[in-house]
């Protein structure tokens, strides 16, 4: 079965009528629900200790959120809002992603899945924004790293928006490997393509912004001709899929055209990766704003990391071939490509 990590804390986030609220959870869990929770274990996270948060963020950045929280939160920027209980959701959802993390190389599961918010991937290691406090996905690979035995760990960030926060945090680390799809241009305004990491990391951060448009023939195509490939030679532990859903087509604040059933394809091609290397998925729940494609996807995913229908072949569209051809020019994956 695949671990759903879950807590209480997730609906006390109260963002008020901000897209990124507690109705996300709500729907998610009501369409689980219904269909009985299937292959799913349940259980609730350990609030993130202060340790697991300092590998990635400045002691600066974890003391001035708690202490913001502490005294009845408030804006942090135009997209970003706190209340008293964000804090506990932060650590929740962070904590979610180093527990997933330990019970996955530990070989308790195969798959864990971190059914929390707020999410985390535009959090940088001094700085919250994006909706974003803490980020939840660089705490668990971290954590692989640091505590559980991992050497090399892969981040696939599938969100709409760039992963600015899990890019800068990772960008001079060559053990940790992040690939973003994101469309572009569009908040942040960060991720292109000659951005590859510097020093120990150079080539270790793979930005592959998309048009407005894109669809599953762009993401999916990127996932089976590019991400699979450099993840075999790069031979994670780890996988860390930072699952944003706002590439659905129904998403009202970007402009991709995926379904459920590329998200599905998506994470197929994850799960056959995941079984070929030996290496369990950690998935860290990020975007997706409207919630029925949201709820629809999130089941679609967990169908596909749980099932055995193999991955759709796809054949690659320009796109995805200028990518291959751009990544495979570069230094530390010339000849992998």
């Known amino acids: 079965m695949a671990l759903y990590l879950r807590h209480p804390t997730s609906l006390a986030h109260d963002t008020g009528p901000h897209p990124e609220n507690a109705g996300r959870i709500e729907a998610i869990e009501s369409a689980l629900e219904r269909a009985g929770w299937p292959g799913l274990e349940r259980a609730e996270p350990p609030p993130a200790e202060r340790e697991w948060l300092t590998r990635v963020h400045s002691a600066r950045h974890v003391d001035s959120i708690a202490r913001l929280c502490a005294a009845g939160g408030g804006p942090i920027d135009l997209d970003t809002v706190?209340?008293?209980?964000?804090?506990?959701?932060?650590?929740?959802?962070?904590?979610?992603?180093?527990?997933?993390a330990r019970s996955l190389l530990a070989g308790e599961h195969d798959v864990a899945f971190c059914g929390m918010r707020p999410p985390g991937h535009h959090a940088e290691s001094g700085r919250a924004m994006g909706f974003c406090l803490l980020n939840n996905a660089a705490v668990g690979a971290a954590h692989a790293v640091a505590a559980c035995g991992a050497e090399r760990v892969l981040v696939l960030d599938w969100d709409v928006h760039h992963g600015n926060?899990?890019?800068?945090?990772?960008?001079?680390?060559?053990?940790?490997?992040?690939?973003?799809?994101?469309?572009?241009?569009?908040?942040?305004?960060?991720?292109?393509?000659?951005e590859i990491g510097s020093g120990?990391?150079?080539?270790?951060?793979?930005?592959?912004?998309?048009?407005?448009?894109?669809?599953?023939?762009?993401?999916?195509?990127l996932v089976a001709h590019l991400v699979v490939p450099l993840a075999h030679a790069f031979r994670p532990d780890l996988l860390v899929v930072s699952a944003g859903y706002d590439a659905h087509a129904a998403d009202?604040?970007?402009?991709?055209?995926?379904?459920?059933?590329?998200?599905?394809?998506?994470?197929?091609?994850?799960?056959?990766?995941?079984?070929?290397?030996?290496?369990?998925?950690?998935v860290c729940l990020e975007g997706g704003y409207e919630r029925g494609a949201l709820a629809r996807s999130v089941l679609a995913t967990l169908g596909a990391l749980n099932g055995d229908r193999p991955a759709p072949d796809v054949g690659p569209v320009p796109l995805v071939s200028e990518a291959v051809a751009r990544v495979g020019s570069t230094d530390r994956w010339r000849g992998v490509l």
Not at 252 to 260: E, S, V
């Open 200 to 221: 120990a990391g150079a080539g270790a951060t793979v930005n592959l912004p998309v048009p407005p448009g894109a669809g599953g023939a762009e993401f999916v195509g």
């Open 82 to 100: 706190t209340v008293p209980a964000s804090w506990e959701a932060a650590l929740r959802a962070a904590g979610a992603a180093a527990e997933g």
């Open 252 to 282: 009202p604040l970007a402009g991709c055209l995926l379904d459920d059933a590329d998200y599905a394809a998506m994470a197929a091609h994850v799960r056959e990766l995941g079984r070929g290397l030996a290496a369990p998925i950690l």
């Open 165 to 194: 926060g899990t890019e800068e945090i990772f960008r001079e680390r060559g053990d940790v490997l992040y690939v973003s799809i994101h469309q572009s241009p569009l908040y942040p305004g960060t991720g292109a393509a000659a």
